[in-house]
């Protein structure tokens, strides 16, 4: 199996990070059997859009989550890291574990 898991959600509170916030995460690597996908199926429309990392962001986006890793954006770079035989890849990971549970109130 590629990914530990394929959800259809995310499990997680809106953290409200825009594609600015994200670039300002220092990329990090991942292994790609740590991660749960946020979404079951692969969207062109979603894929194609502006705001996805196909065309911005070179890194995928994870969110850290109750000790959890979501591949929240980037599901195709995921599989272009499988399909070409590797393990790990990098992200930039978003951990809202660390975060004071105050800031999460209310998302």
Same mark, same amino acid.
């Given at each position: 199996?590629?990914?530990?898991?394929?959800g259809d959600?995310?499990?997680?509170p809106?953290?409200?990070?825009?594609?600015a916030?994200?670039?300002k995460? @220092?990329?990090?690597?991942?292994?790609?059997?740590?991660l749960?996908?946020?979404q079951?199926? $692969? %969207? /062109?429309?979603t #894929?194609?859009?502006?705001?996805?990392t196909?065309?911005?962001?070179?890194?995928?986006h994870?969110?850290r989550y109750?000790g959890?890793l979501y591949?929240?954006?980037?599901?195709h770079? @995921?599989?272009?890291?499988?399909?070409q035989?590797?393990?790990v890849?990098?992200?930039?990971v $978003? %951990? /809202?574990?660390? #975060?004071?549970?105050?800031?999460l109130?209310?998302?």
């Amino acid at each position: 199996m590629i990914f530990k898991g394929v959800g259809d959600q995310r499990p997680y509170p809106q953290h409200g990070l825009t594609q600015a916030s994200w670039g300002k995460i @220092a990329p990090a690597q991942v292994r790609l059997n740590s991660l749960i996908t946020t979404q079951k199926q $692969l %969207n /062109l429309e979603t #894929l194609l859009a502006e705001d996805s990392t196909f065309y911005g962001d070179l890194f995928p986006h994870v969110v850290r989550y109750r000790g959890q890793l979501y591949l929240e954006d980037g599901v195709h770079r @995921a599989l272009r890291t499988a399909l070409q035989g590797r393990a790990v890849m990098y992200a930039r990971v $978003l %951990n /809202l574990d660390a #975060l004071a549970p105050s800031l999460l109130e209310g998302n």
